[in-house]
């Protein structure tokens, strides 16, 4: 559902880890959804009216969580895909989807049989905000918590009932399965990420710093391995749009409170646009 490189900047190699956005020449950078599937809508026909030859879409994760349509919401970006790609000249790589914290719990809560300490994991997951998640897809709570209690067999049988019930609903698993951990623009000279960076590694080596990382990307005083702008899609401190001379913070708090925010960004990292809906 978009391109990976075998191949990036500086000759580091990605193992399809990373998107690519081709040849753009502006990118819209939507922050995280968070279950807002009206919000995610009217953004949407925002963006569709002001879309350019040349212009690129990226997700920075977190679609699902908190919100209460977060099927809804899957089913929206995977429309909104179709209408970009549907266009005269359109590619899969126009479009990017990054893994967020929220994707990357619900991938770990699947293999939850797998956990030396089950019960506090989902019990950690759920506080944030992955029940509403396992409730779109037909989960029980009470269920997953007493199967915990009862060992790695009836887990499986649970977390087997959520996976069947995702790969029932069109889409959904596809989407799943092609996030990305981050996406560039490299004629902008733009990297997009979900939450963090941990600056002291290279790109290809960030591991979890993407979802879990503590350094706070608008501290940066240079550029990163040659970008000229970093754009997160999430703030832990729930500020909404930040910029700063290296970095851009997207986030509205949407699911939980506050709007859905997005961006246009063009060469260089400059702000041409700041939408809310």
């Known amino acids: 559902m978009g391109c990976t490189l075998e191949r990036g900047v500086n000759g580091t190699r990605f193992e399809k880890k990373f998107a690519q956005l081709q040849d753009a020449r502006r990118v819209w950078a939507i922050a995280a959804i968070n279950g807002a599937a009206q919000r995610l809508v009217r953004l949407h026909d925002t963006i569709s009216d002001r879309f350019q030859e040349g212009d690129r879409v990226v997700y920075l994760g977190n679609y699902i969580g908190y919100g209460d349509a977060v099927l809804a919401t899957i089913d929206e970006l995977l429309d909104f895909r179709r209408r970009v790609l549907g266009r005269q000249r359109g590619f899969a790589c126009d479009v990017a989807f990054l893994r967020g914290a929220q994707e990357e719990m619900w991938q770990k809560l699947l293999q939850l049989q797998f956990a030396s300490n089950p019960g506090e994991v989902l019990q950690w997951m759920v506080s944030a905000g992955m029940g509403a998640t396992v409730r779109a897809y037909g989960g029980d709570l009470r269920q997953g918590f007493a199967a915990t209690r009862d060992g790695p067999r009836t887990i499986t049988r649970w977390t087997g009932a959520l996976r069947s019930a995702m790969n029932a609903t069109p889409g959904h698993t596809t989407l799943f399965s092609a996030l990305r951990h981050a996406a560039f623009a490299e004629k902008l000279g733009v990297l997009f990420v979900h939450a963090a ?81």
């Open 197 to 277: 960076i941990d600056p002291s590694r290279p790109l290809a080596a960030q591991g979890d710093a993407f979802w879990w990382g503590r350094d706070d990307i608008l501290e940066l005083t240079g550029s990163f391995e040659g970008f000229r702008r970093i754009v997160r899609g999430i703030d832990r401190e729930q500020r909404s749009f930040v910029e700063r001379d290296f970095a851009v913070s997207l986030s509205g708090g949407t699911g939980r409170f506050g709007r859905l925010t997005a961006a246009c960004f063009g060469a260089g990292g400059e702000v041409l646009e700041l939408i809310e809906a």
